[in-house]
């Protein structure tokens, strides 16, 4: 049920080189020094590319997230749309600051820019962005930008592919009171199982069942007709939300709901955030719908030919010119270092992916890949805000924290900024903050057993063993 242009069909390479798809690669994963980056000025330069690049991207999850929130509940909704690289990758170049604005060339771009700009200026002011010149000032980002989309849009995908399922049948546990009706069967354990299996598991699953088929309100209504107890009728009206996301003609994939969201999980997007609601509503803890980067650790970014030239070398790349690929990275790495060599048939690519501090070395066969950007149409119509809770103050509270935390956890070398040595960029916060917690926790539970005299001796007993490393610069 895809189109050509939309990366979330079967068979799509799940990354953010989709033109890769069907080709083998091999995958070298080193210390950043295994590359030798000829000069520190390049160094200095793919560092601040990463952390700009880190923060635009966390910007995008939040803004892409608040957008879908205003309009999902839209009846016109359509999830292909949101969810596509090219609408995320316009979400991802309004984050930034460009010296030129440079004027749209189709009437789907248009129209994606305007409906980003009904919702721009409200969450730049909740993150604490009063004016857009404060965004990160990025030329030439439009490679990196539409690699980053990828990785959104995947991000998407695969969690309604991976989590819808069961998420489904999760509620429907809870909606038909599982747990609490086996529970009240108060007999000898045999007897109880026999009960468990006739009164409740079997007709919950053959529930579930007839609910991944396209089955209509009105014959589960009949079919499940449970008598004064109510569970049934209560679960499929509580259920009707859910059911009415999908149009009256929609076929399932193989006629089963749960080999259609492995397939097509675009299509269920909005299904998926309506079963959230369900749960919250039912005061029951609910799951994640919308995937956030979360970590202040910056995560890794694509490299290829054209983003070494306009970031690293910081010269502009003319559409249509030829990339002479050998040369341009000869002069940022060294070919002589082992990570290059070659390996089974397969040479460097042209590619690396990296965070500043660890880098990902990839070889193929093929090395000149042309990354495709898809294209849609149609938009849909402006739709009040719906949602239960308040992702306002959300954005109000990262806003307030993001800057600092970025800043602890992007510095790599040195003291230049803190002060201090600072932990070790891949350590996180919460890891300390838990360490802490549970030796405070075992210093009360101590306290309780021996007096107060008592002097605690904290070491690492481990340290003789794996030796004592200090923070390095790699």
């Given at each position: 049920m895809d189109g050509p242009g939309f990366s979330g069909g079967i068979g799509d390479q799940q990354g953010a080189i989709d033109a890769m798809r069907g080709e083998r690669m091999t995958v070298v994963k080193e210390s950043i020094a295994s590359i030798n980056i000829r000069r520190p000025a390049y160094r200095n330069r793919l560092e601040h590319c990463v952390k700009l690049h880190h923060k635009t991207t966390m910007h995008a999850y939040r803004l892409l997230k608040y957008i879908i929130l205003h309009r999902i509940n839209n009846d016109h909704f359509d999830p292909m749309y949101y969810l596509n690289d090219c609408f995320i990758h316009e979400v991802y170049m309004e984050l930034i600051t460009k010296i030129q604005e440079r004027a749209p060339r189709t009437q789907e771009t248009i129209e994606r820019r305007a409906i980003i700009d009904q919702y721009l200026p409200a969450y730049l002011r909740l993150v604490g962005i009063n004016d857009p010149r404060e965004l990160p000032l990025m030329v030439n980002s439009q490679q990196s930008a539409l690699y980053e989309a990828v990785k959104i849009s995947t991000a998407y995908l695969n969690n309604v592919r991976n989590n819808f399922g069961k998420r489904l049948r999760q509620v429907i546990n809870v909606l038909l009171?599982?747990?609490?009706?086996?529970?009240?069967?108060?007999?000898?354990?045999?007897?109880?199982?026999?009960?468990?299996?006739?009164?409740?598991?079997?007709?919950?699953?053959?529930?579930?069942?007839?609910?991944?088929?396209?089955?209509?309100?009105?014959a589960l209504h009949a079919r499940f007709d449970d008598g004064p107890e109510g569970f049934y009728t209560t679960a499929i009206d509580q259920l009707v939300p859910f059911l009415k996301t999908y149009?009256?003609?929609?076929?399932?994939?193989?006629?089963?709901?749960?080999?259609?969201?492995?397939?097509?999980?675009?299509?269920?997007?909005k299904a998926f955030f309506r079963l959230a609601e369900l749960l919250h509503q039912r005061q029951v803890r609910s799951f994640c719908v919308f995937p956030l980067r979360q970590s202040f650790i910056?995560?890794?970014?694509?490299?290829?030919?054209?983003?070494?030239?306009?970031?690293?070398?910081?010269?502009?790349?003319?559409?249509?010119?030829?990339?002479?690929h050998c040369r341009e990275w000869?002069?940022?790495?060294?070919?002589?270092?082992?990570?290059?060599?070659?390996?089974?048939?397969?040479?460097?690519?042209?590619?690396?992916?990296?965070?500043g501090v660890g880098v990902s070395v990839l070889k193929r066969e093929q090395h000149d890949v042309q990354f495709r950007q898809p294209r849609q149409q149609g938009a849909p119509?402006?739709?009040?805000?719906?949602?239960?809770?308040?992702?306002?103050?959300?954005?109000?509270n990262f806003g307030r924290v993001y800057e600092a935390l970025l800043?602890?956890?992007?510095?790599?070398?040195?003291?230049?900024?803190?002060?201090?040595?600072?932990?070790?960029?891949?350590?996180?916060?919460?890891?300390?903050?838990?360490?802490?917690?549970?030796?405070?926790?075992?210093?009360r539970f101590l306290n309780t057993k021996f007096p107060n005299t008592t002097t605690y001796i904290m070491g690492n007993w481990s340290a003789p063993i794996h030796g004592s490393k200090n923070p390095s610069e790699d």
């Open positions: 009171n599982v747990k609490a009706r086996q529970r009240a069967l108060a007999i000898d354990q045999r007897a109880i199982n026999q009960a468990i299996r006739r009164e409740i598991t079997n007709p919950a699953r053959r529930f579930k069942i007839a609910l991944s088929n396209r089955t209509t309100i009105e149009p009256n003609n929609m076929q399932f994939a193989q006629d089963n709901i749960y080999y259609d969201c492995k397939a097509n999980p675009h299509l269920h997007f910056p995560g890794y970014v694509i490299v290829d030919t054209k983003i070494l030239m306009s970031q690293i070398f910081q010269r502009s790349v003319r559409q249509g010119e030829p990339l002479r000869g002069q940022f790495i060294d070919f002589r270092m082992p990570i290059f060599r070659a390996q089974a048939g397969r040479e460097f690519g042209n590619m690396i992916e990296t965070d119509q402006q739709q009040e805000f719906p949602y239960i809770t308040d992702p306002e103050q959300y954005l109000q800043l602890y956890y992007s510095i790599t070398r040195g003291a230049s900024q803190t002060g201090q040595f600072p932990i070790h960029r891949k350590l996180r916060l919460s890891a300390v903050i838990n360490k802490n917690r549970c030796d405070q926790f075992l210093i």
